[in-house]
């Protein structure tokens, strides 16, 4: 039997609840571990206290999520370059084995020459690993330079975000079929095919998550996993989010292990 995927949660969808209270829940809900979003909260950055918190909850921090969204702009510097050095340097104090990023925007040239020639070797030396995650078009525009998986196929390490394909309109067995030897994190939820990356609960919309899942826990995949799940209708209780999480982990792991089955449509993208 092959090695099952460690699962993870996001701290993204918790990003205004205090962290302390987001590792409690996490733990709560039966995860090992979590990926930590890099934001405005200084707690964020501070190896230290997440050092206190992982020890105080239980769960340790594999994964770091660089702040490259457009809220968190100015997090860890404004420029694409500084702020990638700056996440790595992070993750390595935090002891993450994976930074995720985002791709510059097409117009920074600089930036996309540096990313697909420099970064790998800056997280190698400080002993961690960049990971360049698919993102998606925006009004039907694609602003960032890494949307398909032939421009994922230029780095050495993916996070394959299934959401993300979904808004791309690519379908996830294509894209993993050609990402398979590069992925190194997946960032898992479902979308209902509005257009927008919704991170939609596992079943409840248009994506093959019982087929792909399945096929990726077949496939040998044994790395990590993290659930990306819109958290917002269950913040308003501690147990209505332990419940929810602990539910999308029990539906994950059923998944990857070929013994669950997701009650929600699961036809093919765009099938």
Same mark, same amino acid.
């Given at each position: 039997?092959?090695?099952?995927?460690? @699962?993870?949660?996001?701290?993204?969808?918790?990003? *205004?609840?205090?962290?302390? #209270?987001?590792?409690?829940?996490?733990?709560?809900?039966?995860?090992?571990? /979590?990926?930590? *979003?890099?934001?405005?909260?200084?707690?964020?950055?501070?190896?230290?206290?997440?050092?206190?918190?992982?020890?105080?909850?239980?769960?340790?921090?594999?994964?770091?999520?660089?702040?490259?969204?457009?809220?968190?702009?100015?997090? /860890?510097?404004?420029?694409?370059?500084?702020?990638?050095?700056?996440?790595?340097? +992070?993750?390595?104090?935090?002891?993450?084995?994976?930074?995720?990023?985002?791709? =510059?925007?097409? #117009?920074?040239?600089?930036?996309?020459? #540096?990313?697909?020639?420099?970064?790998?070797?800056?997280? !190698?030396?400080?002993?961690?690993? &960049?990971?360049?995650?698919?993102?998606? =078009?925006?009004?039907?525009?694609?602003?960032?330079?890494?949307?398909?998986?032939?421009?994922?196929?230029?780095?050495?390490?993916?996070?394959?975000?299934?959401?993300?394909?979904?808004?791309?309109?690519? !379908?996830?067995?294509?894209?993993?079929?050609?990402?398979? !030897?590069?992925?190194?994190? @997946?960032?898992?939820?479902?979308?209902?095919?509005?257009?927008? !990356?919704?991170?939609?609960?596992?079943?409840?919309?248009? +994506?093959?998550?019982?087929?792909?899942?399945?096929?990726?826990? $077949?496939?040998?995949?044994?790395?990590?996993?993290?659930?990306? +799940?819109?958290?917002?209708?269950?913040?308003?209780?501690?147990?209505?989010?332990?419940? &929810?999480?602990?539910?999308?982990?029990?539906?994950?792991?059923?998944?990857?292990?070929?013994?669950?089955?997701?009650?929600?449509?699961? $036809?093919?993208?765009?099938?």
């Amino acid at each position: 039997m092959n090695p099952a995927p460690r @699962l993870l949660v996001s701290t993204g969808p918790l990003l *205004l609840s205090p962290l302390d #209270w987001v590792f409690d829940t996490v733990a709560a809900a039966g995860y090992s571990g /979590l990926e930590l *979003l890099v934001a405005h909260n200084p707690e964020t950055r501070d190896p230290q206290r997440i050092a206190a918190l992982s020890a105080a909850s239980g769960l340790d921090v594999p994964v770091i999520h660089g702040p490259y969204m457009v809220l968190l702009r100015n997090v /860890l510097g404004s420029g694409y370059i500084d702020k990638t050095r700056a996440s790595l340097e +992070l993750a390595t104090a935090m002891g993450a084995q994976t930074m995720v990023a985002h791709a =510059p925007f097409r #117009w920074e040239r600089k930036a996309r020459g #540096w990313v697909v020639a420099e970064a790998d070797g800056v997280a !190698d030396e400080l002993g961690t690993t &960049f990971a360049m995650e698919n993102l998606f =078009p925006v009004a039907g525009r694609n602003f960032y330079s890494v949307v398909t998986p032939a421009e994922l196929s230029v780095f050495r390490n993916v996070v394959f975000d299934t959401s993300h394909f979904a808004v791309a309109g690519i !379908d996830l067995f294509e894209a993993w079929n050609t990402l398979a !030897d590069r992925v190194v994190h @997946l960032h898992v939820s479902d979308n209902f095919g509005n257009g927008k !990356d919704s991170h939609a609960p596992i079943g409840t919309g248009i +994506l093959p998550l019982e087929r792909f899942l399945g096929h990726v826990g $077949a496939s040998g995949y044994a790395g990590t996993i993290t659930l990306e +799940l819109d958290c917002r209708a269950y913040l308003d209780s501690r147990d209505s989010l332990v419940g &929810f999480l602990e539910g999308e982990r029990r539906k994950a792991e059923d998944l990857f292990t070929g013994a669950g089955e997701t009650s929600a449509t699961t $036809a093919p993208l765009g099938g």
